[in-house]
C-alpha cells in the first residue's frame, strides 16, 4: 500500500488542538476551581468556560471568563495547569517534544524536520535541532530570572493585602506571572483587575514601594519584549556579537519595526488619553503587542486610544515568537511595498530587494485577518446583540491576535461567543497561512507551470 502523505500544518493543528482538548479536560474536573464558582456556575457554562480558558491558555491569549480572575476562582491545580499549557502553547508541543527526544539522543528525520521547520516558520530545516535547544534553554533562562526579580515586589504587595507574608505565595505567583508575561499569555496574577494596582497612579494605595513598582513594570515589560521577538533574532545578535552590518535582514526589519511601534505606540496612547502616565503608556504600548496586562483600566480608555491599541495587536510581535497577530516582518513587508510601490520603483531595504512572493503572502496575510476579524464580529453581535459593537470588535481583535485585553465583557459572553472566541484564538494562534496552507497538496515538490496562459489586465481601483 502507497503511504499517505500527511500535510505538515495539518500536524501542527492537531497538536494544538489535542494539548485544548487535554487541557479543556482537565480544567473541566471539579477540584481546578473554588466552591464559590462550582456554586455559581451552571453546567452548559462550565464545559464552555473551560473550553475558553484551555483555549486561552494554549494560544497564549490571556482573556479569562473567570468571574473574579484566574487567581481567585481557581485552585493550585487549576492554576499549574494554566501554567503547563501556557508553556506549551508558547513553545509549541513539537518544540519541546524534539527538544527531550534530541536531549535523549534521539535523531529527527527528514519529514520531522520539515514539520518542525514549518512549525518555526523557518525557510531550511538545517540546524533546526540546535534552534529548539535555544529557543527552550532561553525561555527557562529568562523565566528563571523574571521569577526571581518579580518575587519581592509581588510579596510586598500580598503581605499588604493579606498581612500574611507568605513566601511561598508569592513565589507561586511569580512563577505564574513568569510564564504569563513570557509567552504572552497575560492571565492575572495577583486580581482580576491584571496590574492595575502596579500603576504609577495606584501602587501607594496598595502599600507597594516605589522600588517594587518600577522593578514590576520595567521586568514585565522586557518578559513581554523577549517574549515577542522571537528567538531567531535573539540567536542572530548573539552570534554576530551585536555588530548591525553583520545581522540579517530578518533581524534587522524585526529590531526596527519593534522600535517604532514601541515609541510611536507610546506617545499615540499618551497624546490620546492624557490620564495615563508615561509609565502606564509604554506598558501599554508595549502589552498591545500580545501580552494581555493592564496597568491602565482597558474600559477607561478614549476611543482614540482604543483605535491604536487595536492596531497595536492586530500586527502583533513576531515570527518564531510566543506572540500573535500579523507579525512586525508582515507590517514592515507590506509598508515598504506601498512606499516603493508609490515611487515606482521595487521594493528594496538594507540593499537587499524583498521576495514578490512574501509580498504577495503577506497582503493575504493581513487581508484574510482583517476579514476574519470582521465576520467574527458581525457574528458575535449577532449572538448577542447587548453587546456594543466597539466592545465586541475589541474582544475579537484580541482573541485573533492572541493578546487577551479586554473591555470587561469577557465573563459575560454567550456559551456560543465563548466557542467563537475559542475558535478564534486557535485560528489566530496558528496563522491564517497555516489554516489555509492545509489545502495545498504540492506542499512537497512545488510543481512548475508547464502550460503559461496569455496574460490580461483586469482594472482595479
Keep these: 500500500m502507497n503511504k499517505r502523505k500527511i500535510h505538515p500544518y495539518l500536524y501542527i493543528i492537531f497538536t494544538f488542538i489535542s494539548v485544548i482538548v487535554i487541557g479543556m479536560i482537565l480544567l473541566s474536573l471539579p477540584f481546578a ?38 487567581v481567585n476562582d481557581m485552585t493550585i491545580f487549576g492554576k499549574v495547569v494554566m501554567i503547563l499549557l501556557m508553556e506549551i502553547g508558547g513553545l509549541s508541543i513539537i518544540t519541546i517534544a524534539v527538544f527531550f527526544f534530541t536531549m535523549l539522543g534521539a535523531k529527527i528525520g527528514i519529514s520531522n524536520s520539515f514539520i518542525l521547520r514549518e512549525s518555526l516558520n523557518q525557510k531550511s530545516a538545517k540546524e533546526i535541532t540546535s534552534l529548539v535547544k535555544s529557543i527552550v534553554i532561553l525561555s527557562v533562562t529568562i523565566q528563571i530570572i523574571g521569577i ?20 511561598w505565595k508569592a513565589l507561586f505567583a511569580s512563577v505564574f506571572h513568569a510564564a504569563a508575561s513570557f509567552n504572552n499569555a497575560g492571565f492575572d496574577t495577583l486580581g482580576p483587575e491584571s496590574m492595575v494596582m502596579f500603576s504609577s497612579k495606584e501602587y501607594m494605595n496598595y502599600g507597594i514601594s516605589t522600588f517594587s513598582m518600577v522593578t514590576m513594570n520595567v521586568s514585565t515589560m522586557l518578559m513581554i519584549f523577549f517574549g515577542g521577538i522571537g528567538i531567531v533574532v535573539f540567536k542572530d545578535v548573539f552570534r554576530n556579537k551585536f555588530k548591525w552590518k553583520k545581522m540579517n535582514l530578518h533581524t534587522k526589519i524585526t529590531l526596527i519595526t519593534t522600535a517604532c511601534l514601541i515609541i510611536f505606540g507610546t506617545l499615540l496612547v499618551k497624546l490620546t488619553c492624557n490620564q495615563m502616565g508615561w509609565m502606564e503608556a509604554l506598558f501599554t504600548a508595549i502589552t498591545c503587542r500580545t501580552a494581555g496586562f493592564q496597568t491602565y483600566r482597558m474600559n477607561e480608555i478614549s ?60 497582503f493575504i496575510l493581513v487581508n484574510v485577518a482583517i476579514a476574519s476579524c470582521i465576520f467574527v464580529t458581525a457574528a458575535v453581535v449577532w449572538i448577542q446583540p ?44 496558528l496563522g491564517p497561512l497555516t489554516v489555509i496552507g492545509t489545502v495545498n497538496k504540492n506542499w512537497i515538490n512545488p510543481p512548475k507551470e508547464m502550460i503559461r496562459y496569455v496574460e490580461e489586465s483586469v482594472i482595479i481601483g
Design 386 to 429: 447587548s453587546l456594543k459593537l466597539d466592545d465586541a470588535i475589541f474582544e475579537v481583535v484580541s482573541a485573533f491576535s492572541t493578546t487577551g485585553l479586554s473591555k470587561g465583557i469577557t465573563s459575560e459572553l454567550k456559551i456560543g461567543n465563548k466557542v467563537l472566541l475559542s475558535f478564534m484564538m486557535l485560528f489566530g494562534r
Design 148 to 167: 526571581l526579580v518579580n518575587w519581592y515586589p509581588i510579596y510586598e504587595y500580598l503581605k499588604f493585602m493579606d498581612g500574611s507574608g507568605n513566601i
Design 33 to 70: 476551581y473554588n466552591k464559590e464558582y462550582l456554586d455559581n456556575t451552571s453546567a452548559g457554562h462550565y464545559v464552555a468556560n473551560s473550553l475558553f480558558m484551555a483555549s486561552s491558555a494554549v494560544c497564549v491569549t490571556g482573556l479569562s471568563v473567570m468571574p473574579q480572575g484566574v
Design 303 to 362: 476611543p482614540a486610544t482604543t483605535m491604536i491599541c487595536m492596531i497595536l495587536m492586530l500586527i502583533g510581535a513576531s515570527p518564531c515568537s510566543c506572540g500573535g497577530g500579523i507579525k512586525t516582518t508582515t507590517f514592515a513587508i507590506i509598508m515598504i511595498a506601498i512606499f516603493f510601490y508609490a515611487r515606482g520603483k521595487t521594493a528594496k531595504v538594507f540593499n537587499r530587494s524583498l521576495d514578490h512572493d512574501q509580498i504577495i503572502k503577506a
